[in-house]
């Protein structure tokens, strides 16, 4: 049972590089989202998605883009980072009006 | 707005003890609010649930109150154990929009 699965795990980008995190769930939820967590920090909804071919910016979408062509994978974008984006990155899946399930992150360093 | 804070950054609790973690929201349309655990290095694992049309759910070791004249929601451990040590996280879900709050660091001393 893989539940929510993001790649990779680490990674490092140098200043004005692109890169996609990968996120991808087999519990069949409609929902997802996408989440950063600075040090010592709580979790900031960057994007989210209610089903296949909608997606909706959260609280800190700047700097980022998604698409969600498949229940399954919500692929997150960052196109020209940014030493700012250094951060964890959290993928999460769940079921309208219950609880989301979380990967186990992606860590993102800029340089 | 829409707000989720917390009242207490950290807390530190002898083991037994129980602990209370606070936190406040500020949007009254919210409906569903959920507690998370978070280990370092880990993702947030969900603990409990309350919907809007209550005011306490009960779980394993975990109590979760509402009170929605006030805008709180409280997260009880019962005998807190070195295993609980994390951070907790309370979320507010508004029609799929899943919104955290700070987040408290509770210490267990053995």
């Known amino acids: 049972n893989a539940g929510v699965t993001q790649t990779p795990k680490f990674r490092i980008l140098k200043i004005g590089q692109s890169m996609t995190l990968q996120c991808t769930q087999d519990?069949?939820?409609?929902?997802m989202y996408w989440y950063r967590q600075d040090p010592g920090m709580g979790l900031k909804l960057i994007y989210y998605?209610?089903?296949?071919?909608?997606?909706d910016k959260g609280e800190v979408p700047n700097g980022y883009n998604v698409s969600r062509s498949t229940t399954e994978d919500f692929p997150l974008r960052l196109e020209l980072a940014a030493p700012s984006q250094t951060s964890v990155y959290f993928c999460?899946?769940?079921?309208?009006?219950?609880?989301?399930?979380f990967g186990q992150g992606t860590r993102l360093t800029v340089v | 707005g829409e707000s989720v804070g917390l009242h207490l950054p950290t807390l530190s609790v002898q083991e037994g003890d129980n602990s209370i973690i606070n936190c406040a929201y500020s949007?009254?349309?919210?409906?569903?609010f959920i507690w998370y655990k978070q280990e370092s290095g880990k993702g947030p694992q969900f603990i409990i649930d309350?919907?809007?049309?209550?005011d306490k759910r009960q779980g394993q070791r975990v109590t979760v109150l509402l009170n929605k004249t006030v805008k709180h929601l409280s997260l009880q451990i019962a005998a807190t154990q070195p295993g609980d040590s994390a951070v907790y996280f309370c979320?507010?879900?508004?029609?799929?929009?899943?919104?955290f709050g700070q987040g408290t660091e509770l210490s267990v001393k053995p």
């Open positions: 999460a899946s769940g079921r309208q009006g219950a609880e989301a399930f």
């Open positions: 519990m069949n939820h409609n929902y």
């Open positions: 998605s209610v089903g296949a071919g909608i997606t």
């Open positions: 949007n009254s349309a919210s409906d569903y």
């Open positions: 309350i919907r809007s049309n209550m």
């Open positions: 979320a507010e879900n508004q029609r799929g929009k899943l919104i």
